[in-house]
């Protein structure tokens, strides 16, 4: 059969069940009878599961047909002069240098139409001196106004080319980066930007608490060289902040990198599309970089990453954001409704909990609707991620990410909601930091994975010596505990290992 019909009909048969499950959840399963508490947490669940699904039912859509964009060549009759910017605020020189060598060794037909700039918001000499032996331009400002944005925005004012690549200090560039992007912009004038993606060139922490027989793919693989690609026929490919390529006249018509968010790259992507420039994503691997070195500038990161997108979605409106095709308004808004996953992770956590241990249940149920409607679906949703991803991604570690990540976002996540913006921008460093900052941060998610477990074991224990909804009901939440331990265990032991990373 045919890869691209069988794509469809994947999609199809994952989507039918997604349906079929949701209609199913809202309207025959909820607890109503077990009064109110009852009905608000089978409600809460729902509404949590109907995000996931609506989500689900997007992703499906989106790889049912993947756009892909064969690569041009390089015309060198028709070369742009490019200005590449290299931000830094706090990472040590010997990164920084790394990236440098890398871009000075890009290949290139005339290397006089690449101009380097070394942004350095943390005005340190000893960078100005290395930039000057290197023969680069070095560039700081008094003040961090706009922090990230405001150093790419003070930089666009003292460069001209037409087109603009953005690197973060860490990320080191192949050689063949510039003529395996800039042919996209020979080829199509009125592209915005070209986003390739960001991988390491190291272990991430995940990567590193796998079983060595595990082959785990870095952790944005999946989003970066699948997902992305995806976005090309919508056109609401997310700009990423580095390995992108982007053009002036773009940037120009937008006012600039967007500063009214802690991720000024989600900003500005939405902002160029919305101008109407076609976007893109490619697949191919152009630069590598270091990945957070532990804890502390992980979780720090990803704050920053759920902070700075709730922040975007809500400062922009998404939904009658003037410009935006009713695609590119679906894909923006499910990207912002997925950083809610810590809400919705802590409420799968908690329900069955809620149910063994308290009494209170979630729905209620037959065996016969579970094997009808539950189990296709869950079937059919992991089957189609392991196939749409190429084997990346598998549902397993998808809830082990989320089970890391929940205790650390819930709070973050609930404040920006409710309007208490963090406004003051975290650089996420890629060296070393002191052990007991970590430890501290291992020692409270540990005390929080510790209580879940005991709570799913009590619960556990709970329903094998009572039997309140009906054996099969009761096999089913059991499961579910099980299934959580597991989750908890795995973050238990990442977390573990993350700490003597410091």
Request: glycine share 4%; aromatic share 14%.
């Amino acid at each position: 059969m045919n890869k691209n019909v069988y794509s469809h009909l994947v999609a199809i048969a994952s989507s039918l069940s997604l349906v079929c499950y949701i209609i199913w959840r809202v309207f025959f399963t909820m607890p109503y009878q077990h009064g109110a508490l009852a009905s608000v947490l089978g409600w809460v669940l729902a509404i949590f599961e109907i995000m996931s699904t609506l989500e689900l039912l997007l992703t499906y859509a989106n790889f049912s047909n993947v756009k892909t964009n064969p690569a041009p060549k390089l015309n060198v009759k028709k070369l742009f002069d490019v200005d590449i910017f290299i931000t830094t605020y706090n990472e040590p020189l010997e990164i920084v240098a790394k990236t440098i060598e890398g871009v000075l060794n890009l290949e290139y037909p005339q290397k006089s139409k690449i101009h380097i700039f070394l942004c350095d918001d943390g005005n340190r000499a000893d960078f100005k001196a290395f930039a000057t032996k290197k023969g680069i331009n070095y560039l700081s400002r008094t003040t961090n106004e706009g922090a990230k944005a405001g150093n790419l925005n003070a930089a666009l004012k003292k460069s001209k080319s037409p087109l603009i690549v953005t690197f973060d200090a860490d990320m080191i560039p192949s050689p063949d980066f510039l003529i395996s992007t800039v042919p996209y912009f020979q080829q199509n004038p009125s592209l915005g930007f070209l986003q390739t993606p960001q991988t390491f060139y190291q272990h991430d922490i995940f990567q590193l608490s796998a079983p060595k027989s595990s082959s785990l793919p870095p952790e944005h693989d999946y989003f970066y060289r699948k997902v992305q690609l995806t976005k090309n026929k919508s056109n609401s490919v997310i700009y990423c902040g580095t390995n992108a390529v982007v053009s002036r006249q773009a940037i120009q018509d937008v006012g600039g990198f967007y500063q009214k968010s802690l991720t000024e790259d989600f900003g500005t992507g939405v902002e160029i599309e919305a101008k109407g420039y076609t976007c893109m994503a490619i697949s191919k691997i152009l630069a590598k970089g270091l990945p957070p070195t532990d804890l502390n500038n992980l979780f720090s990161q990803r704050k920053r990453w759920c902070r700075g997108n709730l922040q975007c979605g809500i400062q922009m409106n998404l939904l009658f954001k003037k410009g935006l095709t009713v695609w590119q308004k679906l894909n923006y808004i499910s990207s912002i409704l997925n950083w809610y996953f810590p809400l919705k992770q802590f409420v799968f956590l908690l329900a069955p909990i809620i149910f063994a241990v308290f009494g209170v249940p979630f729905a209620t149920c037959t065996l016969a609707s579970i094997l009808i409607f539950w189990l296709p679906m869950y079937l059919l949703t992991t089957y189609s991620t392991w196939f749409f991803s190429s084997g990346m991604r598998q549902n397993k570690w998808t809830r082990i990410y989320e089970t890391v990540f929940a205790p650390v976002l819930f709070f973050p996540c609930l404040a920006e909601t409710f309007g208490f913006k963090q406004k003051n921008f975290h650089v996420t460093s890629k060296s070393k930091t002191r052990a007991h900052l970590t430890l501290n941060y291992a020692i409270s998610l540990k005390l929080t994975y510790f209580l879940l477990i005991a709570l799913c074991l009590f619960g556990a224990y709970n329903i094998i010596i009572t039997v309140t909804l009906g054996f099969f009901a009761n096999l089913f939440v059991l499961l579910w505990l099980l299934l959580n331990l597991y989750y908890l265990s795995v973050a238990l032991k990442i977390i573990y290992k993350g700490a003597k990373k410091a």
